[in-house]
């Protein structure tokens, strides 16, 4: 079965930039999706497409892709940034979808 | 205001049967694809199925493939997960969620229903 991976953890002082990978064998053809999901919530869609931001996401959420690994970039993290951030895509033919293990982003 | 609201969750004896319901409002249901998410406890999301907007169309993750059926009304603007053969595995908040008209991203979710799976 397909699989995308995230380190379970990052961590960053306030102001500083998180990056937070996503690695899958079928990233080059399909889009990857973010999602941050904060303690008794459910989530929320913050970039869908790769890199497009939905509106009332703030412009520090950004996203990228570059071969088998797309990367959640959070520029000037911020307290209430503090969340669990999951990546979402389609297997390579496009029937199933796959969430990654999700990634614990501590605000220091 | 774009609204999904889960029901249905209990507790059920490992090989009974559960109903999902998601009841839609706030935009036009059949013109969108619908997910239905979990979360064990604890742990981190889980994508169980899909369904297309006209219900012509769904897929399953293989966990739950032969056990759930996920089906909508659209008439009724909901979205139903039928659970067959619950194990303990199954043990989760279940949520639905919308699909983006323009992507396969989920652009709203509900705020998901509890299923505990225990003798």
């Known amino acids: 079965s397909y699989e995308l991976t995230q380190p379970p953890s990052v961590s960053v002082s306030p102001g500083q930039t998180a990056r937070i990978t996503c690695s899958g064998d079928a990233l080059p053809k399909q889009y990857a999706y973010w999602y941050q999901q904060k303690p008794g919530q459910a989530p929320v869609l913050v970039i869908y497409k790769d890199s497009e931001r939905p509106s009332g996401i703030p412009e520090r959420f950004s996203g990228s892709s570059s071969g088998t690994t797309v990367t959640l970039t959070i520029s000037g993290v911020q307290a209430e940034d503090e969340a669990d951030y999951y990546c979402q895509s389609a297997d390579s033919s496009g029937t199933w979808e796959v969430f990654g293990g999700g990634t614990k982003l501590t605000v220091l | 205001e774009v609204q999904l609201v889960e029901s249905g969750g209990g507790v059920v004896q490992p090989g009974g049967s559960l109903r999902l319901s998601c009841a839609a409002s706030g935009f036009t249901f059949d013109d969108y694809a619908m997910h239905w998410v979990r979360q064990a406890p604890g742990k981190g999301l889980e994508w169980v199925s899909l369904?297309?907007?006209?219900?012509?169309?769904?897929y399953y993750a293989d966990s739950v493939k032969g056990r759930f059926t996920i089906s909508r009304d659209n008439s009724k603007n909901s979205l139903y997960l039928q659970m067959n053969s619950l194990r303990t595995e199954d043990t989760a908040l279940y949520y639905c969620a919308k699909q983006s008209f323009s992507s396969r991203g989920m652009d709203v979710w509900g705020q998901g229903t509890t299923v505990t799976v225990s003798s």
């Open positions: 369904i297309s907007g006209d219900g012509g169309s769904t």
